[in-house]
């Protein structure tokens, strides 16, 4: 399956800020970042069930938000990029 995973973390406090980065770092462990608060997953379902377990753990749910796009297998006919950064293509070729 292929998720856009998205989230809005208050930053007002410095228990924000750690609540942000903790949130980016667990997203980087599971996708790519697109933009700043915006992962793309290619993921099967127990590693999105434990991703989201993880993310909602870290977040406080009462000031952040945190949204999960199913886009499903045939991701790439609903996926357009326009603009200067290059697309990311997690089936494409992985250079080390």
Not at 17 to 22: F, P, S, Y
Not at 37 to 47: I, N, T, W, Y
Not at 58 to 77: C, E, I, M, P
Request: with cysteine; proline share 3%; hydrophobic share 35%.
């Amino acid at each position: 399956m292929y998720v856009l995973v998205t989230y809005d973390v208050q930053t007002a406090s410095p228990q924000g800020a750690k609540r942000l980065r903790r949130v980016a770092k667990i997203c980087v462990q599971y996708g790519q970042r697109v933009q700043n608060s915006v992962f793309e997953c290619s993921l099967d379902p127990a590693q999105f069930e434990k991703m989201k377990s993880e993310l909602e753990k870290v977040a406080d749910l009462s000031k952040d938000s945190l949204r999960y796009y199913n886009l499903g297998k045939n991701w790439k006919r609903k996926v357009e990029h326009v603009g200067a950064k290059e697309t990311y293509d997690p089936e494409g070729f992985l250079c080390v």
